[in-house]
């Protein structure tokens, strides 16, 4: 029988949400606020005040909250339970953050609202044997094949019997993007979230090299959606901005190391943002953004 114990994450849950660039202007500016650049995008971390304590909020028009908690589940079945039901309360929480503090932003929005969850799911403790190591991973990339449909009350009796047979058998699904490497680490990008364990920590990612490329992901997704469906938010664009995103995502800068350069392609590549982000551009350009 195969022993398994309970595993230790660092979750990080990303919101992007658009709130038009007067108004993520209006925040960068705020007193106390930090400022920063991801690959040569600037930024600058606020607060909002609210169970949601701080954001990261962009010049080109998104703001993204994130939230990090370090969780013990007994299984990955577990994880996919909470992360489901999380997912609705950080969506309410950010929600009521954003309608309390309406005052900050410029209006370009009638009512900002989330755009969505993403999760990054970092092991803090292994709880699996060394042989389902890999198969656990990419399950906590994405988590929801655990789980039924959300809106199907029948659910899935045993979820641990699908999980079962995922570790012992192997988990492969077509969207997973593998971006590890033997001996250093594991890790796996998906549309629903990314997952990583580092095996030796001293060549290993750090979390915080993930967070980061995660929030300038996010806020370029979120912009490049809401650019390529809304004349009027394309209007407010830049292609300078634009250019600066592209680039960022799609350039490996000259100092960056290969592991994170494999993560960076993995996480664009499965986020779909590149034709969003041709799409937005041929917005702005339609729109007669500047």
Known sequence: MVHRSPFTVASTKFVPVWIGPRSAQTLCAQPGAVTGAIRGVSFAEVSLASPVPRVVAFPFGVLVAHVREERTFETIGSLAEWR??????????????????????????????????????YVAKYGWPEHEHRAALGLLAMPSVL??????????PHPSDTEDAYLRE?????????????????GFAAWSGV???????????????????ELL????????????????????????????????????????NTQLCLAREAIVETSRIQGLLSAARDSIMHNGGR
């Open 170 to 186: 192997g988990f492969v699904a077509a969207e997973l993007h593998d971006f590890g490497v033997q001996r250093v680490a594991h």
């Open 195 to 213: 997952s990583y364990a580092p095996i030796d920590k001293r060549r290993s990612l750090k979390e915080a090299d993930l967070v980061e490329l």
């Open 147 to 156: 789980l039924g449909r959300p809106d199907d009350d029948d659910q899935p």
């Open 217 to 256: 992901v996010q806020a370029a997704w979120c912009y490049a959606n809401v650019i390529s469906e809304s004349d009027a938010a394309a209007a407010t664009a830049t292609i300078a901005d634009h250019s600066r995103l592209a680039r960022a995502l799609s350039h490996a800068g000259p100092t960056e």
């Open 84 to 121: 489901r039901q999380s997912y609705i309360d950080l969506h309410g929480l950010m929600q009521g953050a954003l309608d309390t503090h309406g005052s900050l932003l410029s209006h370009e929005v009638e009512r900002p609202t989330p755009s969505h969850v993403l999760s990054l799911y």
